[in-house]
């Protein structure tokens, strides 16, 4: 990246925001049509009634926090170990709301997302690499989605799970319909999704009445005991804070107009770490629910046969029983349902980031319908055979082990952004504070 130009009186990093902010093919072409279409101008006047027009993107990030691979880490820890690893997610959580306000604060000052800083900073040979990484990240990602969704096409209709399996591969249809929405539109759906999915499990925790100061403990005292704790602690961090998160929360703010004041881009940098910390904290809710519900459940004298033996081997196809105190016979119904919403949610946020990643790291452009079914491809496959061969338990422990991969996928994203938000040349007076470096 040159050096500010002569005889300029601005820091580099604000003569070279705004460069990007279209992401476009070219002249009047945008990338991402339903994310960059309606760019919405932020006022320049400072008032707290501009925090509303930066709500959206927060919320988009944070359904990957609530995604059915967090379901499924988050029902196993809760039946094998009770609330003992309720701690990883009040430390990912805290460490996710870091990371991506940092993500966001990148694209806000730069005006160019992490995917281009890399292309624009590393060798040939590192930025492959890298964006190789990446797109396993998302690919990982989107396994979960996968099996997600058929396990809800098999509570709502009998499908079987293997079927269910490739009929995920009509997404790409409602990419296509939700295309012509514009971005404001699919923000506000999700974050309604987010709150019903919230109600559903906030409200089956008052029913199922978890032993507080166990919950407590659990949330304070870092503890790991058991056979396959450790694996699914790991599995509980790759869920909660996934790198193609980083990604997709840098490029997603350009999605928003801020004035070019130093005064601007730190109003616009402190609104999203609002935005992001309330919707994390709602997220960070339904984790810790879904756990202590499970828990609490599974822990309890008075369990009939049947769901004992759930317990035992809990997945996503067996967990509607969790639910039953709050929607009674409509549990399985209505559980399949929020497990629906939050894997095609998920589907959406994920073909963007895919999205994100290729144009920045390769400068390739792709529409979604097509970026999505690649995507979804190269996640079908995985699933299926395991489906095929071992049924809905090994689809769940596929789940189980994408999340893992993402964990340790996450350092190869979360380096190049600290690199870059630490840097006066790209960030001016908005670097990271040494704390954060």
């Not at 820890?77 to 430390?91: D, F, N, R, T």
């Not at 100061?213 to 005991?225: H, M, Q």
């Not at 935005?275 to 459940?297: H, K, M, P, R």
Request: glycine share 8%; with cysteine.
């Amino acid at each position: 990246m040159s050096g500010p130009r002569q005889g300029s009186s601005q820091p580099q990093f604000m003569t070279s925001v705004g460069q990007n902010n279209n992401l476009s093919n070219g002249p009047g072409t945008p990338l991402i049509d339903s994310i960059d279409v309606d760019q919405i101008v932020i006022p320049e006047k400072n008032s707290w009634k501009n925090l509303f027009s930066y709500i959206g993107p927060g919320f988009l990030v944070s359904i990957a926090y609530i995604d059915p691979g967090n379901f499924e880490t988050d029902l196993q820890a809760g039946a094998q170990y009770k609330y003992e690893l309720l701690w990883i997610i009040l430390i990912a959580s805290c460490a996710a709301l870091v990371i991506q306000s940092l993500a966001a604060s990148l694209g806000v000052v730069t005006g160019k997302h992490l995917a281009e800083h890399c292309r624009d900073e590393y060798p040939k040979v590192t930025n492959f690499i890298l964006w190789i990484l990446a797109e396993l990240a998302v690919v990982a990602c989107d396994i979960p989605e996968v099996i997600g969704t058929a396990f809800a096409l098999n509570m709502l209709f009998k499908i079987p799970i293997w079927c269910g399996v490739l009929i995920t591969g009509l997404s790409t249809l409602m990419l296509l319909f939700l295309q012509q929405y514009g971005v404001r539109k699919l923000e506000f759906l999700i974050a309604f999704l987010v709150f019903l999915i919230a109600t559903c499990f906030l409200v089956e925790l008052g029913y199922s009445k978890p032993n507080s100061s166990e919950v407590v403990r659990g949330l304070f005292v870092p503890e790991i005991k058991g056979d396959g704790a450790t694996g699914l602690a790991i599995s509980l961090l790759g869920a909660m804070v996934m790198p193609h998160n980083l990604f997709l929360h840098s490029a997603l703010v350009l999605s928003r107009k801020v004035p070019r004041s130093v005064h601007g881009i730190k109003e616009a940098c402190r609104f999203y770490m609002i935005e992001s910390a309330f919707a994390l904290t709602v997220a960070f809710l339904i984790n810790i629910s879904i756990i202590s519900v499970s828990g609490a459940v599974c822990s309890a004298d008075n369990l009939n046969p049947e769901d004992r033996m759930n317990c035992n081997d809990l997945d996503l196809n067996k967990a509607s029983f969790l639910l039953k105190n709050v929607l009674g016979n409509w549990s399985s119904k209505v559980f399949a349902i929020a497990l629906l919403a939050s894997g095609q949610s998920s589907t959406i946020t994920g073909t963007y980031a895919g999205q994100y990643v290729m144009q920045g790291f390769l400068d390739l452009r792709m529409t979604p319908w097509l970026r999505n079914l690649l995507t979804r491809s190269l996640a079908i496959v995985p699933s299926l055979i395991v489906s095929l061969i071992g049924g809905s338990s090994a689809a769940g422990k596929l789940i189980i082990i994408a999340s893992m991969i993402l964990s340790f996928e996450l350092p190869f994203a979360l380096v190049p952004l600290l690199k870059f938000t630490s840097s006066k040349t790209k960030m001016g007076p908005h670097t990271n504070s040494r704390f954060v470096s």
